[in-house]
C-alpha cells in the first residue's frame, strides 16, 4: 500500500466523442503525489497534485470503468 494519501475519482459514463487514457499503471503528474484510484475497483489510476489534473478521463483497465478527475 502507497503511504500517500488516497482519493477515489468518479465513476461514469464515457460521453460521445471523448477519449480516455487507460491506467494502471498510474499516470505520474507530480513527485510528491497523492494516489487518485478508481472509484469502482480501487486501482492507484493517477499521482498528481491535489487539484493538479483536472478534464481528464481515465479507463481502469482492472474492472473496465471510467474515471473522470472532476466530480
Known sequence: MSPNPRENLSVVHLPLGRRALYAPPALIASTRPMDYCCGRCGSVLL????GQVHNLLIYCIECRSYNSTDN
Open 47 to 50: 499521482n498528481a497534485e491535489a
